[in-house]
């Protein structure tokens, strides 16, 4: 594995093609939009010109796109890595994606010897730039072993959860739980202001209380008690990934009352928050 191949240089996938630049690889990135090429080109980093150059250069692909539907398009397409891509080749979707699409990819891929990994990440932007980000990996042990010096210069903290699918999977109950946790979190600072306290000081005691958790310790207060609203993920993302995590729990028929509510409420916040606001944003979300 020398060369590397990035599809998708958003938020998350920059960062990424960056820090496997920076640990040696030769990296070869490309986007939809070609301005998002251009610039990034002019940064340092390698940009082909379509999926199809990518593919033939390559021998492992990391792929950080919006859905699933896109995901299928590069992976499958006409013009995509399964056509192109050299046999041997490894693809590891980063991309927080249905886990049945991921195993319809693998399955479709395994028959061209292309080994197909899902490794959904944690850690946002600024876990891409500087490698630190956590990932989630479903697929076979024989191949995450084989791209492991590859995910380390990306990623601070790697587990492999289970075959294909599994790491979406993960990923998505990541993000219930997550979101969910913000719902309650949110309620919990409305009730300490409705009572008359400061917020920010009871949040304080609720880091040092059996409550502390990242949303409490580190999202309030980098992102909304500041009033920045900056982190990097957005509404529409997250609720997708809250919409997939309900196709989840349909398909398995899990007894899940908190989770549907948690799930219906991210719903309707589009009547409020809009899609590119940032996903700290549901705080505030107050069902009309
Ligand atoms: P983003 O919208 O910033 O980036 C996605 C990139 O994919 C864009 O640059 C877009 O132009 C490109 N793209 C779209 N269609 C394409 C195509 N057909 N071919 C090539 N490129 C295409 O999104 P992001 O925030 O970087 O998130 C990427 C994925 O990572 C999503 O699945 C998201 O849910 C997940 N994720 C995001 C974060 C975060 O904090 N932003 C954290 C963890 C996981």
């Excluded at 939809?32 to 390698?46: D, K, N, P």
């Excluded at 999926?51 to 398009?73: H, R």
């Excluded at 309030?220 to 919409?243: C, E, Q, V």
Aim: hydrophobic share 45%; aromatic share 4%.
């Amino acid at each position: 594995m020398k060369k590397i191949g990035v599809i998708g240089l958003g938020n998350m996938g920059k960062g990424m093609a960056f820090s496997l630049k920076r640990g040696g690889y030769d990296v070869l990135g490309f986007d939809a939009v070609e301005v998002t090429r251009a610039t990034i080109s002019q940064e340092g980093l390698a940009c082909a010109g379509s999926i199809a150059e990518l593919a033939e250069a390559v021998d492992m692909v990391v792929l950080s796109l919006p859905t699933s539907d896109i995901v299928e398009k590069v992976v499958l397409g006409e013009d995509g890595l399964l056509r192109h891509g050299k046999k041997g080749l490894v693809i590891v979707d980063t991309t927080t994606a249905d886990p049945n699409s991921t195993r319809r990819i693998a399955a479709e891929l395994k028959s061209a010897g292309i080994d197909f990994v899902d490794g959904p990440v944690s850690g946002g932007p600024k876990g891409a730039a500087t490698a630190t980000m956590g990932m989630v990996l479903g697929g076979d042990k024989e191949v995450i072993d084989r791209i492991e010096p590859v995910l380390s210069v990306m990623s601070g903290k790697r587990v492999h959860v289970g075959p294909v699918g599994a790491g979406h999977v993960a990923k998505l109950l990541n993000n219930l739980v997550t979101g969910t946790h913000l719902l309650i979190s949110g309620e919990a600072a409305r009730i300490a202001t409705a009572a008359g306290l400061d917020p920010q000081q009871i949040f304080e005691g609720l880091s040092a209380g059996s409550a502390g958790s990242k949303v409490i310790d580190n999202f309030f207060p980098t992102w909304i008690f500041n009033g920045a609203f900056n982190s990097g993920f957005t509404m529409k993302l997250m609720r997708k990934d809250l919409r997939l995590a309900m196709n989840l729990i349909r398909e398995t028929e899990a007894p899940t009352p908190l989770a549907k509510e948690a799930g219906r409420l991210w719903a309707k916040s589009i009547e409020g928050i809009e899609d590119p606001e940032d996903f700290n944003r549901i705080v505030q979300y107050i069902e009309k």
